[in-house]
């Protein structure tokens, strides 16, 4: 396949796992491959928090020469993707692209958060912060810098369970309204036509309308890579084939042909950000 844009989650993908900040070597080969086409990053971060702890990590790696091509061909997809920017040089900020609001018809958003932060409060919490559109909890852990992670993923499957259990009682067809995803540091909970695989979708048109780049009505020459493709996961939708060229650098599903996994010479998987660097690197 001759790729023309790739896009990555964050956490997991860029990062090693239950880490914040990805590292130099990532941050080099992310700087080079902006060099050769666009590159967005899909999280379900806001754009505050993806500019405070994760953006300004990734640039401190990032030389002065560098830093105006780089930021030229850099695209965030936040909140799961229900929200898209692109980097605006002249004024040397993000501006939106596109928005996918919330349905209100299925349940309003202040409520439905005043009910799960009820529910969750045994593992974790709803986080009031900027997030504009979905509604994210965190565990007890989320505020500690080095929580022990496997107690995280264990808090955040709790959460993802209850969220579940209180979407049904909701509406039995919640899915036709939402999506839950679970990253194995929180839950977040997203409008169904505003996840990851639409803004594979958003991407390619923006690139096609503003770039005069061209894609396939699949967008399968933008590769997407993840680490949460479970059922359940926050990669699910995003690596789900439906738009875009899958990888995974974390679980896997063997009833996906679409998605692709990262090897070695010796056919071992390589997961989370030393995956993700082979793969980077394959496209340069």
């Given at each position: 396949?001759?790729f023309?844009?790739a896009?990555?989650?964050?956490?997991?993908?860029?990062?090693?796992?239950?880490?914040?900040?990805?590292?130099?070597?990532?941050?080099?080969?992310?700087?080079?491959?902006s060099?050769k086409?666009?590159?967005?990053?899909c999280?379900g971060r806001?754009?505050?928090?993806?500019e405070?702890?994760?953006l300004?990590?990734?640039?401190?790696?990032?030389?002065?020469?560098?830093r105006?091509?780089f930021?030229?061909?850099?695209?965030?997809?936040?909140?799961?993707g229900?929200?898209?920017?692109?980097?605006n040089?002249?004024i040397?900020d993000?501006?939106?692209?596109?928005?996918?609001?919330?349905?209100?018809?299925?349940?309003?958003?202040?409520?439905?958060?005043?009910?799960l932060?009820?529910e969750?409060?045994?593992?974790?919490?709803?986080?009031?912060?900027?997030?504009?559109i979905?509604?994210?909890m965190?565990?007890?852990f989320?505020?500690?810098?080095?929580?022990?992670?496997?107690?995280?993923?264990e808090?955040?499957?709790?959460?993802?369970?209850v969220?579940l259990?209180?979407?049904?009682?909701?509406n039995?067809?919640?899915l036709?309204?939402?999506?839950?995803?679970?990253?194995g540091?929180g839950?977040?909970?997203?409008?169904?036509?505003?996840?990851?695989?639409?803004?594979v979708?958003?991407?390619?048109?923006?690139?096609s309308e503003?770039?005069?780049?061209?894609?396939?009505?699949k967008?399968s020459?933008?590769?997407?890579a993840?680490?949460?493709?479970?059922v359940?996961?926050?990669?699910?939708?995003?690596?789900?084939?439906?738009?875009?060229?899958?990888?995974?650098?974390?679980?896997?599903?063997?009833?996906?042909p679409?998605l692709?996994?990262?090897?070695?010479?010796n056919?071992?998987?390589?997961?989370?950000?030393k995956?993700?660097?082979?793969?980077?690197q394959?496209?340069l």
């Amino acid at each position: 396949m001759n790729f023309k844009a790739a896009m990555f989650d964050f956490d997991g993908t860029l990062t090693e796992k239950g880490h914040h900040s990805p590292s130099k070597e990532i941050a080099d080969a992310l700087v080079n491959l902006s060099q050769k086409m666009p590159i967005g990053f899909c999280t379900g971060r806001q754009l505050e928090s993806f500019e405070r702890r994760a953006l300004s990590k990734l640039l401190e790696h990032v030389s002065d020469e560098e830093r105006p091509r780089f930021m030229e061909n850099l695209y965030l997809f936040s909140e799961n993707g229900a929200i898209g920017y692109d980097f605006n040089p002249a004024i040397k900020d993000f501006e939106e692209i596109y928005r996918i609001e919330w349905p209100s018809e299925f349940i309003d958003r202040e409520k439905l958060r005043t009910i799960l932060n009820e529910e969750v409060k045994e593992y974790g919490e709803i986080l009031y912060n900027a997030h504009k559109i979905v509604v994210v909890m965190g565990t007890k852990f989320y505020y500690e810098d080095k929580p022990a992670i496997d107690k995280v993923y264990e808090l955040a499957d709790k959460i993802y369970d209850v969220v579940l259990g209180v979407l049904k009682k909701i509406n039995p067809d919640y899915l036709k309204y939402v999506h839950v995803g679970n990253s194995g540091i929180g839950v977040i909970i997203s409008p169904a036509n505003g996840d990851k695989d639409e803004a594979v979708e958003q991407f390619g048109k923006f690139l096609s309308e503003n770039r005069g780049m061209k894609f396939d009505s699949k967008y399968s020459e933008i590769l997407t890579a993840g680490d949460s493709a479970q059922v359940g996961g926050n990669d699910f939708y995003f690596l789900s084939g439906r738009f875009g060229t899958p990888y995974s650098v974390g679980e896997i599903l063997p009833d996906n042909p679409k998605l692709q996994s990262v090897k070695d010479e010796n056919g071992k998987r390589i997961l989370h950000s030393k995956g993700t660097l082979k793969l980077i690197q394959t496209l340069l």
